[in-house]
């Protein structure tokens, strides 16, 4: 069960990564270091932000949450 939890919380730790990626930078960060501030087809939809936002903050929570259990999994020596 620990390794199972483990291995989702790995995946669900790239998954958050890429999905902060994908932000489209606000200007003068490290976003624009990186490549940033090139424009792609995606960025000028509000809806395919708002979109990106609310998926960033339901696999943050869940991340979260299964950060919890694995480590009350992991207290109590399961």
């Known amino acids: 069960m620990i390794l199972g939890l483990s291995i989702f919380v790995m995946l669900l730790s790239v998954l958050l990564i890429l ?14 270091m990186f490549g940033g501030g090139v424009t792609s087809s995606l960025g000028g939809s509000s809806v395919v932000e708002r979109n990106l936002d609310r998926m960033t903050v339901v696999i ?3 991340w979260i949450i299964a ?3 694995l480590g009350l999994l992991i207290n109590r020596g399961m």
Do not use: E
């Open 60 to 62: 943050g929570i869940v």
């Open 19 to 32: 999905l902060v990626l994908m932000h489209k930078g606000k200007g003068g960060g490290l976003s624009d």
């Open 67 to 69: 950060i919890v259990v």
